[in-house]
């Protein structure tokens, strides 16, 4: 019988969540069917119950909804637990529901085994404060950089992100835009806004780039973003976009309902050409 698995959000047509799902099934000889849910932030608590009670055997969660998932959850792992979001749910045959928060091992995947970045050491410009940069946090700081400086439009989020790694294994501030300076240079720019999707950049100096840095875009779509682009005028040596992550919080997702971890070359290569 086939072992069933969804994905909750708000929009969730466009989600390609259950291509990538299937893939990962078909490569690892697992009958999964992998199906859209969605709901609304009134409901999501009902969702959850009612896939719970009709056997599922896990939830991916997207927008906007990774923080009540972490309230519905009966236990956290460390990485949801530091970003209070989660975007994997496994429910147990015991009825126990297990949160995770696979976006930042799987921001992590993509910088060190796709891009081949080392982050040990570096300095980083960490941009926004919402979700996917809470989740990205404690895994980028678990690499010991040189430092993670924390910039967002609203100041207090980013300050009560740092609060909450003040244990961590780098130095973290936070800071406002227009306290970034020309000549603060950084290694690894990291945009976790949701501004390339409004064709926005968030308000930085031009000049922010050291030498051979990477600029990393969460976001993706069919053409590079124009963050992407920004970053490549201003001095960024490689640039990426999100797809990467994407395609590896995915696969940690699926190694803990499966316990297997898929290959994920071949499914970002086909996820690529969809978009395209
Ligand atoms: P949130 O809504 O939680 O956070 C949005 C962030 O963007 C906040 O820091 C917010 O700042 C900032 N922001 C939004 N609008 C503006 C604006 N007009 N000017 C300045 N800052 C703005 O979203 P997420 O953190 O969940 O997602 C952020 C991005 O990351 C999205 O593009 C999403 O698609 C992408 N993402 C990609 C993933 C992947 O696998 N590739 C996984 C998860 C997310 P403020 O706090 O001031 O409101």
Redesign the pocket.
């Known amino acids: 019988m086939n072992k069933h698995y969804t994905v909750i959000g708000q929009p969730i047509a466009h989600s390609m969540s259950p291509t990538i799902h299937s893939m990962f099934g078909e490569l690892t000889d697992r009958n999964i069917l992998y199906t859209r849910t969605e709901s609304t932030p009134d409901t999501f608590s009902k969702t959850i119950d009612d896939l719970q009670q009709a056997g599922m055997c896990g939830c991916n969660v997207t ?1 906007p909804f990774k923080e009540q998932a972490a309230v519905q959850c009966h236990e956290l792992n460390k990485s949801a637990k530091d970003a209070q979001a989660v975007n994997t749910i496994h429910f147990h045959a015991d009825g126990i529901r297990y949160g995770h928060n696979t ?1 930042g091992s ?1 921001l992590l995947a993509d910088l060190k085994n796709n891009l081949k970045y080392v982050v040990e050491g570096k300095r980083i410009l960490l941009i ?6 809470r989740g990205a946090l404690g895994p980028l700081a678990d690499e010991s950089p040189s430092s993670i400086t924390i910039a ?3 100041l207090q ?1 980013a300050q009560q992100l740092a609060k909450a790694f003040t244990n961590a294994k780098a130095s973290i501030t936070a800071s406002e835009y227009n306290a970034i300076q020309p000549d603060d240079q950084f290694d690894l720019v990291i945009n ?7 064709n ?1 950049l ?1 308000p930085l100096p031009d000049a922010i780039f050291a030498n051979q840095a990477l600029s990393y875009d ?3 779509g069919s053409n590079d973003t124009i963050f992407m682009h920004w970053s490549q005028q201003n001095g960024a040596e490689q640039v990426s976009d ?1 797809l990467g ?2 395609i590896e ?1 995915a696969a940690d997702a699926f190694e803990i309902w499966e316990g297997i971890r898929p290959e994920t070359k071949s499914v970002y290569d086909f996820i690529k050409a969809q978009l395209a």
């Open positions: 927008l976006d799987g926004g404060a919402g979700g996917a940069a967002n439009r609203t989020k976790a806004t949701s501004l390339s999707l409004q926005q968030p969460m976001m993706y999100g992550m994407l919080q």
